[in-house]
């Protein structure tokens, strides 16, 4: 199923704010649990991020897993999902993605969707990056890919972002037997 492109939306008499997602809060179901409300009613819909990358350079010990990271690379663009969000889910986004340890921070961006650009949109990047990608887990892994699927990101995107994933697993795996042997 897949969540039409819409304008942006006042939900309610909130403040809102524009959020960008590029990891598992690509899938509202996942951030849904976080911030303790339905998000899918907030997606604008796919938009795209000029001048990154996708990268694993964190470790999330809640998951015990590798996780997503966006690195500034002028070559490259991330797609992921715009979200429009009510102020008052901030904290609990900040909260998620660890901003207080000082796990993540926030960083504003400019992304399009659907031939419109946006300013002045929220996403967050990893403070202290592993000098090398960590592979995901079974379940980081699919709740990612979940997302982009569901929330329409393109098909060529997609499946680069199931083979970077696969291979990452597939190296520790490798790694796994070369040590243990």
């Not at 809060?25 to 907030?42: A, F, N, Q």
């Not at 964190?58 to 990271?69: K, P």
Request: proline residues 3%; hydrophobic residues 40%; aromatic residues 14%.
């Amino acid at each position: 199923m897949s969540f039409p492109v819409r304008q942006a939306a006042q939900h309610s008499a909130d403040a809102m704010f524009y959020y960008f997602a590029y990891g598992s809060c690509m899938c509202p179901v996942d951030l849904k649990r976080s911030l303790g409300e339905k998000t899918h009613i907030y997606v604008i819909g796919p938009a795209q991020l000029k001048g990154y990358r996708l990268g694993f350079y964190s470790y999330s010990a809640l998951r015990h897993s590798g996780v997503l990271d966006i690195i500034k690379d002028k070559s490259a663009v991330v797609e992921g999902v715009l979200y429009q969000l009510p102020w008052r889910l901030s904290a609990h986004l900040d909260e998620r993605e660890g901003v207080l340890q000082n796990w993540y921070r926030q960083e504003i961006i400019s992304v399009s969707s659907s031939d419109r650009l946006y300013q002045n949109v929220r996403t967050y990047v990893v403070v202290d990056k592993l000098t090398e990608e960590l592979a995901p887990n079974d379940w980081y892994f699919n709740v990612v890919l979940r997302g982009a699927v569901t929330c329409g990101l393109t098909e060529q995107y997609c499946w680069n972002l199931f083979n970077h994933m696969h291979q990452l697993q597939q190296r520790y795996t490798h790694n796994q037997i070369l040590r243990s042997a």
